[in-house]
């Protein structure tokens, strides 16, 4: 197992270096510059302020510098807070989002699996239809649209949620977890029932079936197992996923995380943020990818023993 | 005294989309205990249909159970409750399915399958702890012949091989001591040699605990030796029953005369038209592969040094069993598959190390044939489009002209004309393969490697097809490499024959001298092991 990850490790390299190279090339090229916007800046300023973060180098120079601080960990300082790394940025909002992307996962995986298990236990019924019309409304569904959907029923008219904040009023975690989660709610129920009706259909489980084992036991234990492999295998892609697509859920919400700062960063076009987090993110996707795959290797006893073997 | 089972006019259909099936229509026997009732039909007959309705185990819808009784010990099976279905299920009937490979769950254990039975019994009061189940499933274990079985216990279904997992399935199968057992294709997806011994622990363990036997088959022959009654089904009717000799010796039945006829048995007629000349030759040929799949690089030596020749008009046979290499040799010789070592010569001409481009006007020459016509055919091409292609590829057929050969090559195969716009769903496995054949013969070969072509058949339909080939071989000049697990048929069809075993090619002659004077082992036990639609000398074999 240790091999098999160290290998997929070094994958990541030369992807990562794509990752910077063309994230690089796409805000260098992008009109104006951190500095231009705002009001008139006079040229002597506006001189020292590149010279200051070395934007008056040609610009390989400034990539080569960039990768050579990128490999010693060091994101940069960022341009539009002055004084703070990026790496301090990211950090900061790091927490909040992270919170927010688990409590999200947890209402992903718990209603879609038992939404997606429950469909696929009496296909083309009406507990097969429900849940699925529900699932494909629910990945239509923009979390734009969701979030103050939910504020205005949950928050303003019935009262029950506070509408925005984190971590200030007892109950305000739960509608951004909601809103964040539904949509990978409702495609881990179609991941789920998909892989359930494929194993329910396989010869063993009729096996199961005329063992005279009870319907209960013939989904949890001889179902679920091969039937979730979809699903771990989405797991990784949908936490990245989460964590990066953030940033709606945290402006309807008003939360501090790090979403935010890849927003404003784009407007700003402060370049080094820009890259920070798109590092940073396509590290996390990698990472997680690889966690998934870790997972779907570890629940199939073949390919277990196999990457055991090693 | 009643009969452990009786069913009475049993009817299943299939609500379908295109339509009402009845799959099994109106159909009574009974069982009684310590006795064997074997069921036998072709595809498609209702003979599975007919056990899984007993115990529920049928997708509804589309089926619906429309009518009869199944009286297991004075209950209806039919009408009962889930819950007492649940009792009978594992405790009272068992059941044991066509594939080992697919029947039992990937993702646990061998022994943590064979516990479940005992641990989650229906009958609370019945159930036991782990550990004294353990105790017994390794008991079981050893009793349907797993060596090592306590370590055994522990190991995933994909450790075993296909006959081991199919002892694993009838250990489970007995783990509660059911009264009637019934047996769906046990034996179909084994080798010969692992089948023999299958039907011979099936067998045993009958009469040593003296349980009722239902033994699904399509194969009369795997029946024979083990069958007390036969029900013999078609298109969901039962056509005839009653013990097994009036059946086999005095059928008064067509169908069943038919279903007898149509096993290949003994040699064969035509005469050898085998020519001094050697069509093909091959060399110490050595086909390996590397198999990236387990935690090493492995080699796999599918075909090593092999060395044949095929004459020219001869059908020279090629028999093994599954995993021997004997496909990866048929492949090899047309170049089909990557050659490591050796040399094959066609028709004086060297092939091996030959480019891609290079060998366009030679496969033209050479042709195959292949096992499944479901998957070997492309959907989406028409009959037409599938034997116009290499007709217009290899420049045998023109714009003009390409219609009427089609039609012609249509004659030649026995297929209707006017089905010459249709796709290869709209056609049986027979019709399918007699397309597959049709195409194979086109580029008018001179060489054509089949590899098992009737296997994926029903027997009826198998000896139609085994006498279309020998009948174009005739017609046609042909010369044919004929590549097959099952012996009886390969002794019909060929004049030599090749016995191939762990890639190596261990033994050859003349099909009847090789049939009366094996020389190795392997060969000995491989014809042994054939069974014959003779219960009598079945029954000899069987108790020997």
Redesign the interface.
């Known amino acids: 197992m240790l091999r098999f990850a160290l290998g997929r490790l070094l994958q990541a390299i030369p992807v990562l270096l794509v990752v910077i190279t063309m994230t690089f090339m796409l805000v260098h090229s992008a009109p104006g510059g951190p500095f231009s916007a705002d009001k008139a800046v006079p040229e002597e300023v506006l001189e020292a302020l590149e010279a200051q973060y070395n934007l008056d180098q040609p610009l390989w120079q400034q990539y080569i510098s960039y990768l050579g601080d990128v490999l010693q960990g060091d994101m940069g300082p960022s341009f539009k807070y002055p004084g703070r790394s990026v790496n301090e940025l990211i950090l900061s909002g790091l927490g909040t989002t992270a919170e927010l992307g688990m409590y999200a996962m947890m209402v992903a995986i718990f209603i879609g699996v038992i939404a997606g298990v429950t469909a696929s236990m009496r296909p083309n019924t009406a507990q097969d239809y429900v849940p699925m019309t529900a699932a494909m409304i629910g990945i239509c569904m923009p979390s734009f649209l969701l979030g103050p959907l939910l504020v205005l029923i949950f928050g303003i008219h019935l009262e029950w949620l506070p509408v925005s904040g984190w971590n200030q009023i007892p109950g305000d975690k739960i509608l951004p977890a909601i809103t964040l989660g539904t949509g990978y709610a409702a495609y881990i129920a179609r991941l789920s029932r998909g892989g359930m009706l494929e194993v329910l259909s396989?010869?063993?489980i009729?096996?199961?079936?005329?063992?005279?084992?009870?319907e209960f036991?013939i989904i949890s234990?001889?179902a679920l197992?091969?039937g979730l492999i979809p699903v771990v295998a989405f797991l990784g892609p949908a936490f990245a996923g989460l964590l990066g697509g953030s940033f709606v859920v945290e402006t309807i919400y008003q939360i501090p995380g790090l979403g935010r700062f890849y927003v404003q960063a784009a407007f700003n076009r402060d370049y080094t943020m820009i890259l920070g987090t798109t590092v940073f993110f396509a590290t996390l996707i990698i990472l997680f990818n690889l966690l998934s795959d870790m997972l779907a290797v570890w629940?199939?006893?073949?390919l277990r023993?196999?990457?055991r073997?090693? | 005294m009643a009969a452990l089972l009786d069913v009475k006019n049993l009817k299943v259909h299939f609500h379908t989309r295109n339509g009402l099936v009845k799959a099994v229509d109106d159909v009574s026997f009974s069982v009684n205990a310590g006795e064997t009732l074997a069921i036998v039909g072709e595809s498609g007959s209702g003979k599975s249909v007919t056990c899984y309705s007993l115990l529920d185990l049928l997708p509804k819808p589309p089926a619906k159970i429309e009518g009869g009784t199944a009286m297991f010990d004075g209950e209806d099976l039919l009408t009962c409750d889930k819950d007492r279905m649940r009792h009978f299920r594992g405790n009272d009937i068992a059941m044991i399915f066509q594939d080992p490979m697919t029947s039992l769950n990937p993702n646990l254990t061998v022994g943590e399958q064979l516990i479940e039975p005992l641990i989650y019994h229906p009958d609370k009061a019945r159930r036991q702890d782990r550990a004294t189940a353990k105790l017994r499933a390794i008991e079981l274990l050893n009793e349907v012949g797993i060596v090592n079985s306590e370590r055994r216990f522990d190991s995933y279904p994909h450790e075993f091989s296909g006959g081991m997992r199919q002892r694993v399935m009838i250990a489970m199968a007995l783990i509660n001591e059911p009264r009637l057992l019934i047996c769906d294709e046990p034996t179909t997806a084994l080798d010969v040699t692992i089948q023999a011994q299958i039907l011979d622990l099936i067998k045993q363990l009958q009469k040593s605990r003296d349980v009722a036997v239902i033994f699904i088959s399509h194969d009369l022959g795997v029946v024979a030796g083990i069958a007390d009654k036969v029900l013999v089904m078609c298109n969901g009717v039962a056509m005839e029953s009653g013990d097994t000799d009036k059946i086999f010796y005095h059928t008064e039945n067509d169908y069943t005369r038919r279903l007898l006829d149509a096993i290949p048995e003994g040699a064969k007629t035509m005469a050898n038209r085998a020519q001094s000349e050697n069509l093909v030759e091959v060399s110490n040929l050595r086909t390996w592969f590397k198999d990236f799949s387990g935690p090493k690089l492995n080699i796999v030596k599918a075909v090593e040094d092999a060395s044949l020749t095929i004459k020219r008009g001869e059908i020279l046979g090629l028999v093994g069993e599954s995993g021997s290499g004997k496909s990866t040799l048929g492949r090899s010789i047309l170049q089909l598959a990557p050659t490591t070592e050796g040399t094959v010569t066609f028709d004086g001409t060297q092939l091996t190390g030959m480019s891609p481009a290079k060998l366009v006007p030679w496969r033209r020459r050479m042709q195959m044939i292949f096992q499944d016509p479901y998957a070997s055919l492309n959907p989406r091409m028409t009959v037409f489009e599938t034997l116009a292609e290499p007709l217009l590829y290899h420049g045998i057929a023109d714009k003009n002209t390409v219609t009427e050969q089609v039609q012609q090559l249509m004659d030649d195969v026995g297929l209707a004309r006017g089905h010459m716009r249709k796709y290869p769903h709209e056609f049986s496995g027979g019709q399918r393969q007699r397309i597959a054949i049709g195409r194979a013969i086109a580029t008018k070969p001179e060489l054509i490697i089949a590899d098992e072509p009737v296997s994926a058949l029903d027997v009826t339909i198998q000896a139609q097809v085994l006498d279309l080939i020998l009948e174009l071989v005739e017609r046609h000049n042909l010369t044919m490499l004929f590549i097959s697990h099952d012996l009886s048929v390969v002794r019909y069809i060929s004049d030599r024959v090749l016995v191939m075993h762990h890639g190596v090619l261990i033994e050859q002659g003349d099909t009847e001298h090789l049939w009366a004077n094996p020389q190795q082992d392997y060969t000995k036990n491989l014809l042994k092991a054939i069974p014959l639609a003779d219960p009598k000398s079945e029954r000899a074999r069987l108790s020997s």
């Open positions: 396989q010869d063993y009729r096996t199961a079936r005329a063992k005279g084992l009870s036991l234990k001889h197992r091969g629940l199939n006893p073949k023993q196999q990457v073997g090693e």
